[in-house]
């Protein structure tokens, strides 16, 4: 006896994730599947430039771009770094994929294969060559260090010897820096980053949504950058005379309680993203 697709698809535990998910299912060249990299496709690690994504992530994509309106990859990280740690760039089937990198400042596209980026904000330079001074003055900055990001940069604390404590110390003087040059602050999972402000991925999944005139959306994420995208999909859900059905699913729970409180699915981790993934391929 063959195994039933559809019971490979895990039911959302909230109406209007079972909702989105039926909306998606019943009209998918009309919906947008948005997913997050780190934490997301791809397994949390102690330096995020060793971080890639799950082997069973492009298969996956592969399978299910061409039977949606497009899925678009929402990360905090350069456009071009989440191509190369994905291994995006030149598989067949992806032509529906976009990578809105630095939070939608920046965009790749599958079928012309290049970034376009507007110019660094000017206060970008400016914390780069002062953070190195004001990170040595806290002894809880040994074993921190600064992920160049282009249009950003960030703090990451997973290596010292008190994570949470040194993320703690760091989060005050750090936002300090960051308003003294016109940027914001970011927290993570025990990373802070100090980038523009109006850039957040609740911004460029609204925008990526009007854009392709969907009808439904799929959005999932895992840390403290994604509550701008789950308030969108909730947004989303409440404009308009029937409003824009979504779904919002959790990778993982342990770290971020926010996140997992207001998802409609709840998934172990990338393994299990990418599971849901392939199995909605099947499914459509």
């Known amino acids: 006896m063959g195994s ?59 399978a299910l771009a061409p039977k ?62 002062e953070l190195p001074g004001v990170l040595h003055r806290f002894d ?38 960051a308003a003294l040059h016109g940027l914001i602050v970011e927290p993570g999972r025990l990373v802070l980053e100090l980038r523009p402000p109006g850039m957040d991925k609740g911004v460029a999944l609204a925008k990526y949504v009007r854009e392709t005139d969907a009808e439904s959306v799929l959005y999932a994420g895992d840390d403290l950058g994604d509550l701008a995208a789950y308030a969108a999909v909730e947004k989303l859900r409440t404009e308009g005379p029937d409003g824009t059905p979504g779904l919002l699913v959790c990778s993982g729970s342990a770290e971020v309680p926010e996140l997992a409180e207001r998802a409609d699915l709840l998934l172990p981790g990338p393994a299990a993203v990418v599971a849901f993934l392939a199995a909605l391929a099947r499914r459509l």
Not at 92 to 115: F, I, K, M, N
Not at 152 to 172: E, I, K, N, Y
């Open 4 to 62: 039933n697709p559809e019971r490979s698809l895990p039911t959302p535990t909230t109406p209007a994730g079972r909702e989105g998910l039926a909306a998606l299912l019943a009209r998918p060249d009309r919906a947008v599947v948005a997913l997050d990299f780190d934490g997301t496709l791809a397994d949390i690690v102690p330096d995020p430039e060793q971080a890639r994504a799950h082997p069973g992530a492009v298969p996956a994509i592969a």
């Open 140 to 177: 809880s900055w040994h074993g921190t260090w600064i992920e160049e990001k282009g249009q950003a940069l960030a703090v990451h604390t997973r290596r010292a010897a008190d994570p949470q404590g040194a993320f703690d110390a760091l989060r005050g003087p750090l936002g300090e820096l």
């Open 68 to 129: 949606v309106a497009s899925v678009a990859v929402i990360t905090g990280r350069p456009a071009g770094v989440a191509v190369r740690h994905g291994g995006f760039a030149g598989v067949p089937g992806l032509d529906h994929l976009v990578v809105l990198g630095h939070y939608g400042a920046e965009r790749w596209d599958a079928v012309s294969g290049t970034v376009h980026a507007p110019a660094p904000h000017p206060g970008v330079a400016a914390v780069r060559a």
